[in-house]
């Protein structure tokens, strides 16, 4: 590696071998701050084997990318992450780390920015070109307001919302070098003992097309056989909730939406008596399209939503049910 050389890089996202697509996401938001900056961009991908996820990321994007071996990395461990990190990153001259503002991002960007002595910008959603560079764009106040943040002080540690830029599509770019390294286990205060998939955690959540979102809205548990229903109008679709209804047990946590849940960026997103509180908002808002039903006018999803519907839901989805014939 080049001492010389000044970079900006993408800490990938994975789970159980597999990339999370806001890996993509992030290599899009790269190639947005990287050219004004001059920094190359590069990518790392840390855990226990990363050999073939690096491979995957070489290959379908053209960026160097370090393979990181770490020692004991057998699943995602946010203290590990930025133990391991914190050590690499000023050998491979990181002026910029992109993560994801994720449940693991979250987990070791913060710590990793006090680190590296680092500016620290969470929550991205776009970037404008400002007079001395790059400038960062984020919602504040619950999504009613948007603030533009710049470094003052470099390194610049940044986690970016998923969903929030557009992933180029998948093909072959040519072969980015891939580089491998070891590193031994980081001196951790914790230990992840194990780790238990919960229950329904597939729920096809991801794959479908439109998904419908109960919330708290729904009232009791027997009206999300209209949510259902709605659901079987579609050819691909999945129930999702917010948190309360998952904390209720009115759906299992596989089906939550938000910052502690799924992130799904389906073509049609029905959200049903849900306020839009910025960590349900989070895992949605890449969503193709959003109807949003909800009795309050002032609802804060009324803001990301497409159509808006100020309606009772149980009243607006049996009328739709019943035009629909379903
Ligand atoms: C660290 C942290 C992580 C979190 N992670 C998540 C997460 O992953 N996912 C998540 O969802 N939340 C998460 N939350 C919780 C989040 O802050 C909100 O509390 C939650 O999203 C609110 O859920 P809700 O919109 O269903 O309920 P509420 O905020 O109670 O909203 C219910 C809505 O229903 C409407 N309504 C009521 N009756 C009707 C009716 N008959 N017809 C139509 N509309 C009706 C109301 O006007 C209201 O807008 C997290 C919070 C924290 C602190």
Redesign the pocket.
Known sequence: MSAATKRLVVVAEHAQGRLAPVTWELLACARQVAPALELEITAVVLGQEPQPLAQEIARRSGVKTWAVEVEGLAHFHGEAQRLALAGLLPRLEAQVVLGAHSTSGLDWAPALATDLGAAYIPGVESVSRGADGPAFWRSAHFGKAREKLTPETWPLVLTVQPGAFEAAPPGEVGQGKVEAIRLSAPPCRTKVLELVEGAGADAGLGRAQVVVAA???V?EKENLELLRRVAGLFSSAALAG????CDLGWLGYGQ??????ATVAPRLYLA??????L??TV?MQGSGFVVA????PQ?A?FNLADVCVV????AFLSALLEMAGG
């Open positions: 919330g708290r809205g009232g917010s948190r309360p209804v939550q939406v938000g910052l502690t849940g049903c008596g849900i306020s839009g509180a960590q349900h895992g039903i909800n009795s309050d609802a999803i309606e009772d839901l149980t």
